[in-house]
């Protein structure tokens, strides 16, 4: 297929992981990527940019925050038109409604199944025309650079993330818990600062065991992905759509209830590192073959092929 991906170029940006999926489309098929920090970037008019590089099987267009300043998607009638949304809560709803129903796609991509029912309550209300799609596309992550790379593995605990209190309240309790296992462990954690790319994939393959908490709406991030394609033995508490991911506790990563429940498991897997190590590789070969860039593009493709 001939796509063009409207969005800005996210190799340098602080979510630049949410840019490899795109990266793998221009692998895939013959995409012409088109805002700030691209060669073709300026034009706001989509007509204007389809006329000037066009014709296009697909257009795909990222969310509001990213993308709010085109328009004109709607006046194109020979391409399938997809919007792929990142965040879809409370605090966005109106924004990320507003911008769907002025380019009136044929398509929505949702990250999960959380999402996808709060779009679809909205189109029963008449806040989104009932005629668009949505459809979940979950995460993925590039296994290319998020992989076992067998160095020695000297971490025993890592637990680095954003801290945004409102999104994620449970993060600076669960460093705080793990804290009280410091003399014991050698144990990384940050104060919400980021990483490095390079930084960041360099801790994860130096990680025995990455210890995590979902969010206000316990939704799966990429974290889960990267930890685990990295050969991460991920612990965290279960999340939205784990059963649907083909995930399973004590199989691919460990779940945890509570905190007390998690120190027990922070010292037995790392007291039996034949059993952690056993699971890490589990999950590891899982995610490579189940959710990396590359499966999730063909995923993609089967979906706009459909379509056409």
Not at 14 to 27: A, H, I, K, N, P
Not at 47 to 74: H, M, N, R, S, T
Not at 141 to 149: A, C, E, G, L, S
Not at 180 to 203: A, K, W
Request: hydrophobic letters at 40%.
């Amino acid at each position: 297929m001939r796509i063009l991906i409207l969005h800005p170029n996210a190799s340098n940006a602080y979510s630049w992981q949410l840019g490899t999926f795109r990266e793998e489309v221009g692998r895939q098929h013959d995409a012409v990527y088109y805002g700030a920090g691209y060669q073709n970037r300026g034009e706001f008019n989509v007509p204007a940019i389809v006329e000037q590089l066009g014709p296009f099987d697909c257009i795909l267009l990222g969310d509001y925050k990213y993308c709010g300043q085109y328009y004109g998607l709607d006046e194109i009638k020979n391409s399938i038109k997809v919007v792929s949304v990142t965040d879809y809560f409370p605090r966005n709803f109106a924004p990320v409604n507003n911008f769907i129903n002025l380019h009136k796609p044929h398509l929505v991509l949702f990250k999960n199944t959380l999402t996808l029912n709060s779009f679809e309550k909205f189109k029963t209300t008449g806040a989104i025309d009932s005629s668009i799609k949505g459809q979940i596309l979950p995460f993925s992550v590039d296994t290319k650079r998020f992989r076992d790379y067998f160095l020695v593995r000297d971490i025993d605990i890592s637990a680095v993330f954003a801290l945004v209190s409102w999104a994620y309240p449970k993060r600076a309790p669960l460093q705080q818990e793990l804290r009280e296992m410091e003399r014991e462990f050698q144990i990384v954690m940050n104060d919400g600062g980021r990483l490095s790319p390079r930084d960041y994939i360099q801790l994860l393959a130096r990680t025995k065991l990455f210890v995590s908490v979902n969010g206000q709406y316990n939704c799966m991030t990429m974290k889960y992905l990267e930890c685990l394609a990295s050969g991460v033995l991920f612990l965290t508490d279960k999340p939205v759509d784990f059963e649907r991911m083909g995930f399973k506790g004590g199989q691919h990563m460990v779940l945890y209830k509570d905190f007390d429940q998690m120190e027990r498991q922070v010292r037995h897997y790392l007291g039996n590192k034949e059993e952690r190590l056993r699971i890490a590789e589990a999950g590891k070969r899982f995610v490579r073959a189940n959710h990396s860039d590359e499966f999730r593009v063909k995923e993609f493709t089967t979906i706009v092929e459909g379509m056409l």
